[in-house]
């Protein structure tokens, strides 16, 4: 009988060692679990062979396997064990067996879509499955599981391009559309990574939908959101959302930070999946709270932010800086003191002139240039821009 675990265990063993999670006995285990696995469906191109060796005691009875090993009973598996992604498509497409539900054959290419990053391809599949089915009372269980979770690698797919917004959207579209969505996602089989024998645990497609939720969400729309009509249902499947969106609406944020940085980071950091994401997830909500305490004062203190954040000053620092240069934002940053600094218009028609200047000098240095310098095209255009500028402020302000 065919092994049903999914090749994309591997990555995640070796995530989790590699990441140094889990004490030496579990890392030890975890690599001679997925060494067995490897020797039950005969496959041992992976580019962390060596990483679980070191790890196995027995790591020489390996070795006289590889060099003896058949061939692996499904080829396709072993090219996403060796990261071979579009040769796994490849085979997929063209030695499928008749037995197999057309729902579960555009399964697994959209799993292989979502591995080889082919995002707008796993997109254009669930667009294409989607248009098929004219009657959803005419599917099969089976085979309508396998289409929600095409749904469920959609946004995945979104999540990895950072299509928050999107992702959320798309979530709550789904859920309206077919009314057991909520259900089949509830029945999934909650294991830890080092046990997961699918291509996405639960948790991570509870991160997904949480946390690209709160991204997308406006602070000051939390409440809306939390207090919606027929809301209840959504939260039982999804706690963690409600327990976030409480703390939020109340300005609980130290506690909200808490959670986020204790159990949500510790989630990210297990995950093959949602790893790359923990930074720019972070640095976008603790924006989104930081931005809240801007707008409320003309002047605030980094100290202040700290203690009622619970966050370390240089984080609190650090990240204000970039907000306030990602932003754009009239404040300054003197000593231990964020102030708002209100420009005049005058200011903006600088700005605007660098900006020109920067633009056309960028433009200029591409071309040949046929007459006269760069230098004095670009003063020339600038003279004209400011004329014009200063002219309309000029007529705005009578």
């Not at 696995?37 to 962390?48: G, H, V």
């Not at 729902?103 to 254009?124: P, T």
């Not at 949500?264 to 949602?274: H, R």
Request: net charge negative; glycine share 2%; aromatic share 12%.
């Amino acid at each position: 009988m065919s092994d049903t675990t999914h090749p994309v265990y591997v990555d995640r063993i070796h995530h989790l060692i590699a990441l140094n999670i889990g004490t030496e006995s579990e890392k030890n285990e975890w690599s001679k679990d997925v060494i067995d696995y490897m020797s039950r469906i005969q496959c041992f191109k992976t580019p962390y062979l060596n990483d679980f060796l070191e790890k196995y005691d027995r790591a020489k009875d390996v070795n006289d396997l590889v060099k003896t090993s058949m061939r692996c009973e499904d080829e396709w598996k072993e090219k996403v064990i060796s990261h071979d992604y579009n040769g796994a498509i490849s085979l997929l497409e063209s030695r499928f067996s008749n037995s197999t539900s057309i729902y579960r054959k555009f399964e697994l290419i959209a799993e292989l879509y979502l591995l080889d990053k082919k995002f707008m391809q796993v997109e254009e599949l669930e667009y294409r499955v989607c248009c098929s089915i004219i009657n959803y009372d005419e599917i099969q269980k089976e085979e309508f599981d396998s289409y929600r979770k095409i749904r469920l690698i959609l946004l995945a797919s979104y999540w990895h391009q950072g299509r928050f917004s999107d992702c959320s959207i798309t979530f709550f579209k789904f859920i309206e559309e077919d009314q057991g969505f909520l259900t089949f996602i509830s029945e999934i089989e909650d294991v830890k990574a080092a046990e997961c024998k699918t291509l996405l645990l639960k948790e991570e497609i509870i991160m997904y939908v949480v946390i690209s939720t709160i991204v997308y969400i406006p602070i000051n729309k939390y409440d809306v959101f939390l207090y919606l009509e027929d809301i209840n249902e959504l939260f039982k499947v999804f706690p963690l959302l409600r327990t976030c969106l409480q703390l939020l609406v109340k300005t609980r944020f130290n506690e909200f930070l808490k959670i986020w940085n204790s159990n949500i980071k510790e989630i990210f950091e297990s995950s093959v999946f949602l790893y790359n994401s923990w930074h720019s997830v972070d640095f976008i909500m603790t924006s989104k709270l930081l931005f809240f305490y801007l707008r409320m004062s003309n002047q605030i203190t980094i100290n202040y932010l700290s203690e009622t954040l619970g966050l370390e000053y240089g984080i609190v620092r650090e990240q204000l800086t970039q907000l306030i240069e990602a932003g754009k934002l009239n404040f300054e940053i003197t000593g231990d003191d964020v102030i708002f600094k209100p420009r005049h218009h005058f200011e903006d028609i600088i700005l605007e002139l660098n900006k020109n200047y920067e633009d056309i000098n960028d433009i200029l240095k591409k071309r040949n240039e046929k007459t006269g310098s760069v230098k004095q095209s670009i003063q020339d255009i600038i003279s004209d821009n400011y004329n014009s500028t200063l002219s309309n402020t000029t007529t705005n302000d009578h």
